[in-house]
């Protein structure tokens, strides 16, 4: 097995999914988290001054959603075909959209402007995503993906920072079922119970 170096801040933010899939895939991973005073000294060593940045024997994979589709794949979690992936991958790039919306919301206070309907409108396409689904993972797969995991972590992120919270899944129960699942798989629940406290 390689050796896999994890860096990002000292936060759970773009990194958290992907320490959750490393988690859940139940392979080991040094996760190296940076201080902000440091950043700026080491910035220049990372191929896009970016993080999170994965080391694979040294070799730097970069951007969130590359690292966690690597994952996936090396560990059986992309789903049985390239098409389920696929499908996958494309959760996974809308829940990404979205949360770039909802960012700028969180940068300009546009709550009722630009996150609301933000919000409504991708949480409506993962709501069908989900009653399409018959094993209740959002790619229809027997065991979860990396779109569940992209997503959930995400949702959760989302939970600590909107200031309507309650209400994240008003009229979206197979979201919230999907939620409490995800949080409930048995092969994340030694890391959530290890898992650092932090905010986001
Ligand atoms: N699309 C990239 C975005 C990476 C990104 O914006 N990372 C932020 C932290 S969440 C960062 O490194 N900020 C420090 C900087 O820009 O100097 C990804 O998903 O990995």
Same mark, same amino acid.
């Given at each position: 097995?390689?050796?896999?170096?994890?860096?990002?801040?000292?936060?759970?933010?773009?990194?958290?999914?992907?320490?959750?899939?490393?988690?859940?895939?139940?392979?080991?991973?040094? %996760? +190296?988290?940076?201080?902000?005073?440091?950043?700026?000294?080491?910035? +220049?060593?990372?191929?896009?001054?970016?993080?999170?940045?994965?080391?694979? %024997?040294?070799?730097?994979?970069?951007?969130?959603?590359?690292?966690?589709?690597?994952?996936?794949?090396?560990?059986?979690?992309?789903?049985?075909?390239?098409?389920?992936?696929? +499908?996958?991958?494309?959760?996974?790039?809308?829940?990404?959209?979205?949360?770039?919306?909802?960012?700028?919301?969180?940068?300009?206070?546009?709550?009722?402007? %630009?996150?609301?309907?933000?919000?409504?409108?991708?949480?409506?396409?993962?709501?069908?995503?989900?009653? +399409?689904?018959?094993?209740?993972?959002?790619?229809?797969?027997?065991?979860?993906?990396?779109?569940?995991?992209?997503?959930?972590?995400?949702?959760?992120?989302?939970?600590?920072?909107?200031?309507?919270? %309650?209400?994240?899944?008003?009229?979206?129960?197979?979201?919230?079922?999907?939620?409490?699942?995800?949080?409930?798989?048995?092969?994340?629940?030694?890391?959530?119970?290890?898992?650092?406290?932090?905010?986001?």
């Amino acid at each position: 097995m390689p050796q896999y170096k994890l860096t990002y801040f000292d936060l759970r933010g773009r990194a958290e999914p992907i320490r959750m899939m490393f988690a859940i895939a139940g392979v080991p991973v040094e %996760d +190296k988290r940076i201080q902000m005073e440091e950043w700026m000294d080491v910035k +220049k060593d990372y191929q896009f001054e970016k993080l999170p940045v994965l080391e694979v %024997d040294g070799v730097q994979v970069s951007q969130t959603l590359a690292i966690i589709r690597y994952i996936a794949r090396e560990n059986g979690f992309a789903g049985p075909d390239n098409l389920t992936a696929a +499908k996958a991958d494309a959760l996974c790039d809308q829940y990404a959209d979205f949360i770039t919306a909802f960012m700028q919301w969180h940068i300009k206070a546009l709550y009722e402007s %630009d996150y609301l309907p933000a919000k409504a409108k991708n949480f409506h396409y993962f709501e069908a995503a989900l009653a +399409k689904s018959s094993t209740g993972w959002y790619a229809d797969t027997a065991d979860l993906t990396h779109a569940d995991v992209v997503i959930a972590a995400g949702l959760e992120m989302l939970k600590s920072l909107d200031k309507n919270a %309650d209400k994240l899944f008003d009229g979206f129960p197979l979201m919230e079922a999907h939620y409490k699942k995800y949080f409930a798989h048995p092969k994340l629940q030694k890391y959530l119970e290890e898992r650092p406290d932090a905010k986001y």
